[in-house]
């Protein structure tokens, strides 16, 4: 993805240009230690003239606008007419407090740009600080990726494979409706054309598939060996559409149409593909694979997606679950990721574990308001070392706010039943993108 950012660094020449000179100097050292791919002009930009030239053969994705000194609306204003893209708004602090002259006055400038910014409608996020504190870093580096995964969502096809069952619906999605607030292209097809590709190989042509399986999967031998090769097979098409059609994340009907019209779950093969980085979701809730997308592409893992099934207000825990999709990754290393059978229906081969401990993780998704208007689901926390908690696969949650209060709360605001657990602090990325996307961000 090809990705570029500017440092706009506005002022007027009248207030102490040398203390300017060390701050525009440290701030261009930061923003090319969190992301070379910024672009900075060769001086301050001191006058409308000078923010013109600058701005003037740009085509950004992202841009800082510091105020390196005070400036007036003017400048802002300028800025946003000439720019249509995610805003992060700087204000340096005061070097020096001694009595005597007021070297900078970034914060009145802040005010003066931050007025216009409203005034257009444009939503921004905004840091105070000096380059040297690691707030300032911490937020600079969080927005930057934030627009790096809103422009990365514009380039995402993302796949339906069949269609939500009966009572599942949250998860269904429009094309227009996808593109219109994401940007993201939703590309559908039926179950059955996958089942019918299935069907059509040979055992000699999933033979590397079988193999890749084996790799990843404890104890496939154990299951029904047509079930075995029929995963294959499933295994095959899913891959070949995936990298025929450039999907980056996919949501896929399950039950009943794979145990019934195919015999074979494809469970297992949704944890392979989450696992080569193409966050999949089951029960066709695309919106849940758009939101494994965001996760995925923010800490370069796999994330988590499941129901929340059990509450423990004495441990502050939530246990997430699900049949057995979960990437082969985040799979205990005591265990491995073990084949089983589907929890229900007794047909394999389904993934069996409990997920690895994370220091932080982050609990989230897209979903939708009573009026058809999008929201994020935003809360934090440890997954603890903790065994298999149920048939399938699992995950258990020490919430960084009481548990009994999430569970009852979120019930109560009528979220989705399915989530994801990114492994990694996302929280401030997640929120940054909402605010560019224009999504209200429900934490708790």
């Given at each position: 993805m090809n990705f570029n950012y500017l440092y706009i660094p506005i002022g007027v020449p009248t207030f102490h240009l040398e203390s300017a000179q060390k701050e525009f100097d440290k701030s261009i050292a930061l923003l090319k230690s969190l992301d070379d791919s910024v672009i900075v002009p060769d001086e301050m930009l001191l006058s409308l003239d000078k923010l013109h030239a600058f701005m003037d053969d740009k085509q950004p994705d992202f841009i800082i606008v510091q105020n390196i000194t005070f400036a007036n609306g003017a400048y802002m204003s300028e800025v946003v007419r000439k720019f249509n893209c995610p805003v992060l708004l700087w204000t340096l602090k005061e070097p020096v407090i001694d009595g005597g002259r007021l070297r900078l006055n970034s914060l009145t400038g802040a005010y003066s740009a931050g007025n216009v910014l409203t005034a257009f409608k444009r939503p921004y996020e905004y840091i105070f600080g000096s380059p040297e504190e690691e707030n300032v870093k911490a937020k600079i580096k969080s927005t930057i990726q934030a627009a790096r995964l809103k422009k990365a969502l514009r380039e995402l096809n993302i796949l339906q494979v069949g269609h939500t069952p009966q009572g599942f619906g949250f998860g269904r999605a429009l094309d227009m409706e996808m593109m219109a607030t994401f940007g993201s292209n939703l590309l559908s097809i039926e179950a059955r054309e996958?089942?019918?590709?299935?069907?059509?190989?040979?055992?000699?042509?999933?033979?590397?598939?079988?193999?890749?399986?084996?790799?990843?999967?404890?104890?496939l031998e154990k299951i029904d060996s047509k079930n075995v090769s029929d995963f294959a097979r499933l295994y095959k098409a899913y891959s070949e559409y995936v990298q025929k059609n450039n999907i980056g994340a996919l949501s896929s009907r399950c039950w009943p149409d794979f145990f019934t019209a195919f015999g074979t779950p494809v469970c297992s093969v949704l944890a392979i593909?989450?696992?080569?980085?193409?966050?999949?979701?089951?029960?066709?809730?695309?919106?849940?694979?758009?939101?494994?997308?965001?996760?995925?592409?923010?800490?370069?893992?796999?994330?988590?997606?499941?129901?929340?099934?059990?509450?423990?207000?004495?441990?502050?825990?939530?246990?997430?679950?699900?049949?057995?999709?979960?990437?082969?990754?985040?799979?205990?290393?005591?265990?491995?990721?073990?084949?089983?059978?589907?929890?229900?229906?007794?047909?394999?081969?389904?993934?069996?574990?409990?997920?690895?401990?994370?220091?932080?993780?982050?609990?989230?998704?897209?979903?939708?308001?009573?009026?058809?208007?999008?929201?994020?689901?935003?809360a934090t926390g440890e997954a603890l070392d903790k065994p298999k908690q149920f048939l399938g696969t699992s995950i258990v949650i020490k919430t960084d706010t009481s548990a009994e209060a999430l569970v009852n709360n979120s019930v109560k605001a009528g979220w989705e039943p399915h989530f994801v657990v990114a492994m990694q602090n996302i929280a401030s990325e997640i929120e940054a993108l909402c605010n560019m996307l224009g999504i209200e961000v429900e934490k708790y």
């Open positions: 996958l089942i019918d590709a299935a069907k059509s190989y040979s055992d000699e042509e999933v033979k590397s598939y079988l193999e890749d399986a084996n790799e990843r999967i404890v104890g593909l989450n696992d080569l980085h193409i966050p999949s979701s089951c029960e066709a809730d695309t919106y849940g694979a758009l939101s494994m997308y965001m996760g995925e592409f923010l800490t370069k893992r796999p994330t988590f997606f499941g129901d929340p099934v059990s509450m423990d207000s004495k441990e502050n825990t939530v246990t997430f679950w699900h049949c057995g999709t979960a990437a082969c990754s985040l799979a205990r290393k005591d265990t491995g990721a073990q084949a089983g059978v589907h929890c229900n229906r007794k047909i394999g081969p389904t993934l069996e574990f409990g997920c690895k401990a994370e220091k932080e993780v982050t609990i989230y998704r897209v979903g939708k308001k009573a009026d058809g208007t999008f929201r994020m689901f935003l």
